[in-house]
């Protein structure tokens, strides 16, 4: 379980979650929500933290980038389709680099991208361009976000920055031990009732118990 402090014309009110306790807390101006369990949303990342999870695997369209460059035709079943797993799997080392001129210029790429990936794939190194997503950087313009251990969790404050739309910043929880029926995510709906120092204190108060 887990505690939030709130201004007392706050009142809880139960929803029905599969495979997490999920629930509404408001006062008619503003709901903050909340989902602990197996599925709680994930927290918005920055650009360092984006880049980090991006160094664990290609998204898709950098991976298309690869299956380009390959022949398919061994993958393929009886009705022409691909299994992109089989492929991925047999892919080893995979590095994620900061993009330099010469190697953008050895290798022909023809984009902007900042960074490269390299790995092995049936004995023979690639090089794979890969672009941080612009509707990715858009959300790193929307948060500040403050990200700190407490106890045996990660927790991820996130404050909403752009003043013309509604509030929805938030603050997870998440194990640092891969638990993860214990995560915790709480967010908030809202005209902006809380400025963003009211809103961290508030989600400074949240405790897993």
């Known amino acids: 379980m887990f505690s939030i402090i709130l ?4 009142k809880y009110k139960k929803i029905d ?3 997490s306790f999920v629930g509404e807390i408001k006062n008619g101006k503003s709901t903050f929500f909340f989902d602990y369990g197996w ?3 994930k927290p918005p990342l920055d650009e360092k933290s984006y880049i980090e999870e991006s ?3 290609m998204d898709f369209e950098t991976t298309q980038k690869f299956f380009n460059k390959i022949d398919l ?15 991925i799997k047999k892919i080893k080392n995979l590095t994620l680099h900061k993009m330099t001129d010469s190697i953008a210029n050895q290798n022909g790429f023809k984009n902007n991208c900042e960074y490269y990936y390299t790995f092995d794939y049936e004995k023979v190194e690639f090089k794979i361009p890969f672009c941080v997503p612009d509707e990715e950087r858009e959300k790193f313009e929307n948060y ?5 251990t407490i106890g045996n969790y990660k927790r991820t404050i996130a404050l909403w920055n752009d003043k013309e739309n509604p509030n929805i910043s938030s603050v997870n929880f998440e194990p640092i031990y891969g638990d ?5 995510s709480i967010g908030i709906k ?4 809380f400025d963003k120092s009211e809103l961290k204190e508030i989600f400074k108060t949240v405790e897993i118990k």
């Open 7 to 10: 201004p007392t014309d706050f």
């Open 17 to 19: 979650g599969i495979d």
């Open 39 to 41: 599925y709680s949303p």
């Open 55 to 57: 160094r664990k695997g």
């Open 73 to 87: 035709k061994p993958y393929e079943d009886e009705n022409g389709g691909v299994n992109p797993r089989e492929i």
């Open 144 to 148: 500040e976000l403050t990200i700190d």
């Open 180 to 184: 993860s029926k214990n995560e915790l």
């Open 190 to 193: 809202s005209d902006m009732e």
